[in-house]
């Protein structure tokens, strides 16, 4: 059974640094092709934000609205795909998720940019205020 989790959330001030953990269990090299964060805020659709394969590390791409603001990295230890915040931003506010491609046999693409991964999180609020 896939459980994603996604923690790390909350409410915090302009210019604030936010991380956010998703726990991916342990084993997830075998068990992902790629786990990817996206956000949705009110009245929105949903954002693709950035990704990384479990086997070669981050993709080289972040949605231009958090380029150069936020990281995405693993950690092994842990078992966690993170997304490191900086300098967040009122337009920041959203519901963040995180969500991973299984690795099938005989290979497959991870599908981000889009949102059809098979496994998604139930998500981590971040609230940003001025």
């Known amino acids: 059974q896939v459980n994603l989790m996604e923690s790390g959330g909350g409410s915090v001030q302009t210019g604030e640094t936010v991380r956010l953990s998703c726990a991916v269990g342990?084993?997830?090299?075998?068990?992902?092709?790629?786990v990817a964060w996206f956000r949705q805020a009110p009245g929105k659709e949903r954002e693709p934000l950035t990704a990384?394969?479990?086997?070669?590390?981050?993709?080289?791409h972040y949605a231009d609205s958090v380029k150069g603001r936020f990281t995405i990295s693993r950690d092994r230890a842990k078992n966690t795909v993170n997304l490191q915040m900086n300098s967040v931003r009122p337009d920041d506010t959203a519901m963040y998720y995180c969500?991973?491609?299984?690795?099938?046999?005989?290979?497959?693409?991870?599908?981000?940019?889009?949102?059809?991964?098979?496994?998604w999180g139930q998500g981590t609020q971040v609230t940003v205020s001025s």
């Open positions: 342990s084993g997830a090299d075998e068990k992902y092709k790629c």
């Open positions: 990384i394969y479990m086997d070669r590390g981050a993709l080289a």
């Open positions: 969500a991973a491609e299984p690795l099938y046999p005989g290979g497959n693409f991870c599908p981000y940019p889009r949102d059809t991964f098979a496994h």
